[in-house]
């Protein structure tokens, strides 16, 4: 299978941090995401979907508390990307492809699939294999990993 280069690898990282920022953004804060609901309503329907329902107080709690922590996590990866985490947010992007998986089987949810693709690709992406370093490979120390770019 082919490789990247752990300068490629931590890129990619970046890229994808820099999408999340973009596409979660809207879901941090309740004003923002109340701007967004009525978007994502009419482009499910654009779709074929159903109606999405309305959203209660806690609804937008969650929302605006998983927009948060998302938004932080990407600042993370954007600012400061390793090998490390990418691999764990690969992971996450698997765990939350299940999630939408599920959202997709209980019907009229065409929507999801424009957060599924994405977040399918990005996974594939940063669990795709990594090129030793030179400095790891002229080694003797078995383990070395390289995985904090400056």
Not at 36 to 42: D, E, F, I, V
Request: aromatic residues 12%.
């Amino acid at each position: 299978m082919p490789t990247v280069t752990l300068s490629t690898y931590l890129r990619i990282t970046r890229a994808s941090a820099l999408f999340d920022i973009l596409v979660v953004a809207p879901f941090a804060t309740p004003w923002s995401f109340l701007l967004l609901y009525p978007q994502l309503n009419a482009l499910n329907l654009w779709l074929g979907g159903s109606m999405l329902p309305p959203f209660a107080g806690i609804h937008v709690l969650i929302t605006c508390l998983m927009g948060s922590l998302v938004l932080l996590w990407s600042v993370r990866r954007l600012l400061e990307p390793s090998l490390a985490l990418g691999r764990y947010d690969g992971a996450g992007r698997f765990l939350f492809a299940t999630w939408m998986l599920w959202a997709l089987v209980q019907g009229g949810l065409p929507l999801v699939w424009l957060f599924l693709v994405p977040e399918l690709l990005w996974g594939v992406a940063q669990w795709w294999p990594v090129a030793p370093s030179r400095t790891a490979q002229r080694s003797n120390r078995p383990g070395l990993k390289l995985v904090h770019a400056s």
